[in-house]
């Protein structure tokens, strides 16, 4: 008859539950790209940058950078701001900064830009000279905001005027007010829990029957 060993189903088992733990919470931060991003200067200068990214229906994320008080050359070794996104460890070179309004476009999602100063733009990995940092964070004008009813023209027969109509159903709109990071947090828990659950009776299943089968 053959012998299920426990401590080689435990050791599954929480493989199980780690992996769906970390694919939960990687799947949310592939989608963290979307927001805006302060690229503080890291080095005591005057430098800095904003961006805004989108996500556009071509499923490219759609990068707008705006900087002040951009030197060339920096120094007299580095003549290039080149821009970096990161996510989890993977880097991706969006560009050059040139005069400091540019916009890029990206497939890869990312959580992090940061600015590192290059001797010139063909350079295919970041140097060690950092010199602009920053992470996603939601634009604050749009937190807690539902999604608008758009607004009807209706023409009045009698009088001719237009009448704007926000809402036909006559009830008030209402906010959805925005999670917070514990919230965000419980909720990617419950998730991955709900997925390692499923795989871990997948699992004892599959151990039932390769048992009934050789017993």
Request: glycine residues 8%.
């Amino acid at each position: 008859m053959y012998t299920v060993n426990m401590r080689v189903l435990i050791k599954l088992a929480t493989f199980i539950i780690v992996f769906s733990v970390i694919f939960s919470f990687s799947t949310k931060r592939a989608s963290a790209s979307k927001g805006e991003f302060e690229l503080e200067n890291t080095v005591g200068g005057e430098t800095r940058c904003y961006a805004l990214s989108t996500l556009l229906s071509t499923a490219q994320y759609h990068v707008l950078v705006t900087c002040r008080n951009l030197i060339y050359p920096a120094d007299e070794n580095n003549s290039q701001y080149i821009l970096w996104s990161r996510n989890a460890g993977d880097v991706v070179k969006l560009g050059s900064l040139a005069q400091g309004e540019v916009f890029f476009n990206t497939k890869t999602p990312f959580s992090q830009l940061f600015v590192t100063l290059e001797p010139n733009d063909k350079i295919k990995e970041p140097g060690n000279r950092t010199v602009m940092f920053g992470t996603v964070k939601d634009v604050p004008f749009l937190q807690g905001l539902s999604t608008p009813f758009p607004t009807q023209v209706v023409t009045s027969g009698e009088t001719g005027k237009n009448t704007q109509v926000q809402n036909p159903s006559g009830t008030p709109e209402k906010t959805v007010p925005a999670l917070t990071t514990r919230e965000k947090l419980l909720i990617g828990l419950k998730r991955s829990s709900v997925i390692a659950g499923v795989a871990l009776l997948g699992l004892i299943g599959l151990i039932f029957v390769i048992t009934r089968s050789r017993g």
